[in-house]
């Protein structure tokens, strides 16, 4: 089975195809995700992936402090998510599934670590699309992996970081839509 480190690039490439995707007038698009317009998603996974080779790199989130904090893009958003996610993503190679960081809640296995990666990318990747208006069938090996991470997980995930709303009742057997739904973004 493709472990959620080596199924980052992929992710990676659909989120970034959509980074590429948005046009100068639609940063300020509002995104399914509520509190966060386009540009402001986009800097999120930017500032996400900008903590990943320090922390990869031993460097704990106290390390670290507040440099990622507030606007990460500047003037060139795509250029910031284009060093950000290569960097990131040669950590995350250079990286094993048993290796450890230190993050906010403590010690975490990288595997862990790179499956919050993978759905975040993968998540916000649907959330870019409907944001731009673009195509926005996600990398189904992807979908298929993190749905099987967060049915797994989604107690946990709701409590620990409140990030997801609740789930959206729907009628469909696409792993997608049943992906969207337990995360609490509607499909439809």
């Known amino acids: 089975m493709t472990s959620a480190r080596e ?5 990676a490439d659909s989120f970034g195809r959509q980074v590429h995707a948005v046009a100068p007038s639609a940063w300020t698009n509002d995104t399914p995700d509520t509190e966060w317009t386009v540009r402001d998603l986009v800097n999120h996974l930017v500032g996400e992936h900008l903590w990943a080779s320090p922390l990869l790199a031993g460097q704990s989130v106290r390390d670290i402090g507040d440099r990622f904090e507030g606007d ?14 290569g960097a990131s993503l040669t950590a995350f190679a250079a990286a094993t599934d048993d290796d450890t960081v230190v993050l906010s809640y403590g010690p975490t296995p990288v595997s862990r670590y790179a499956e919050e990666m993978l759905m975040d990318l993968t998540v916000h990747a649907w959330d870019l699309a409907r944001g731009i208006g673009s195509d926005d069938r996600l990398d189904q090996v ?28 729907i009628d469909s057997a696409d792993p997608q839509d049943r992906l969207l739904a337990l995360l609490g973004r509607d499909p439809r």
Not at 7 to 11: F, G, I, K, R
């Open 142 to 169: 992807c979908v298929e992996h993190v749905l099987a991470y967060v049915e797994a997980n989604i107690d946990g995930l709701r409590g620990y970081t409140g990030m997801f709303d609740a789930e959206v009742a």
């Open 7 to 11: 199924l980052l690039p992929l992710a």
């Open 72 to 85: 990460v893009l500047g003037d060139d958003p795509m250029a910031a998510w284009d060093a950000a996610i």
